[in-house]
């Protein structure tokens, strides 16, 4: 193992797919590299590819709420089923982040969270970007939707109601810190001129029969780390040339999210240098990055 050297260039735009579903792929062409001693490439078709690696998890949300007279949200009893198929594949992952995300961005003092992985005679869903914090969220707003029909309000006023606010200490115990919801909130809703946008909207609709338009404002929450521990870890090994210019080489995987360029940021930044003086070399393992 210790002569295996792997290098990974980018891999295009995609996620979750290449995390496991890959591997089926990478060993049918591992047997004949070794038989042949040869470079061995598999690509498959669209159709096969899909049917392979399968698709986002779908959801069943069943819930309660209890709110004020003030319409203030004090109680989540939340039950969620996600599809995992005929494997588990991340299917556990993705329900624990589907949890952790079934706040939203909303206080509730009083929260209840259970989630069931479906065991099903569908192909094995796998992870997709958002990894299960999507669904969580939509699940959310599916019931502050219910509240706005029921109440007559309008969805912004119930959202802004029951923002969480600085040092709000979340369901699964991390405190907010640094929470910028509010002005950012406040400032997108000036700067799109939503209130106008709306009026707009509503005179269309009420002047169209069978066109029909909407506009809304929803916000999100999405937290950047592995719910594995062990994963939330990652260095880099920096090289600064006598002529100026920097070379960084890291251990992630460059596949459509912008991380080579992230990267190259973080260190120009650091060294208040160009952007155009960072250069990010390929992935590979045989490099120490401790």
């Not at 490439?41 to 709110?67: A, C, N, P, W």
């Not at 709000?168 to 907010?176: E, F, P, T």
């Not at 190259?264 to 003086?277: D, E, G, M, T, Y």
Request: charged letters at 20%.
């Amino acid at each position: 193992m210790s002569k295996v050297v792997c290098k990974t260039k980018r891999i295009g735009g995609g996620f979750g797919g290449k995390e496991t579903r890959a591997a089926v792929y990478a060993a049918a062409a591992s047997v004949p590299s070794f038989l042949l001693n040869q470079p061995v490439k598999l690509t498959l078709d669209r159709d096969t590819d899909m049917m392979i690696t399968e698709q986002r998890h779908s959801f069943l949300g069943k819930y309660k709420v209890g709110l004020t007279y003030e319409r203030k949200v004090m109680a989540l009893d939340l039950k969620i089923y996600n599809n995992g198929g005929n494997s588990l594949d991340l299917s556990l992952a993705i329900l624990e982040r589907a949890m952790f995300h079934s706040d939203n961005i909303y206080e509730i003092p009083n929260v209840r969270i259970q989630g069931k992985v479906c065991f099903t005679n569908f192909p094995s869903n796998t992870a997709f970007c958002g990894f299960g914090g999507p669904q969580g969220m939509l699940i959310t707003e599916n019931w502050i939707q219910r509240i706005v029909v029921e109440l007559k309000k309008s969805p912004e006023e119930i959202r802004e109601i029951n923002f969480q606010g600085e040092g709000y200490m979340l369901h699964y115990g991390q405190q907010v810190e640094y929470s910028t919801l509010a002005p950012l909130w406040d400032q997108l809703k000036t700067s799109c001129d939503f209130a106008n946008a709306r009026k707009e909207v509503e005179q269309f609709n009420s002047q169209n029969r069978w066109r029909k338009r909407g506009v809304a404002m929803v916000p999100t929450k999405f937290g950047i780390s592995f719910t594995l521990k062990l994963m939330n870890q990652e260095g880099a090994l920096v090289h600064v040339y006598t002529d100026g210019t920097v070379l960084v080489t890291h251990g992630g995987v460059e596949m459509g999210q912008g991380l080579h360029t992230k990267v190259a940021q973080v260190a120009a930044f650091a060294f208040n240098i160009p952007l155009s003086f960072v250069f990010i070399s390929e992935t590979r393992n045989s490099l120490d990055f401790t």
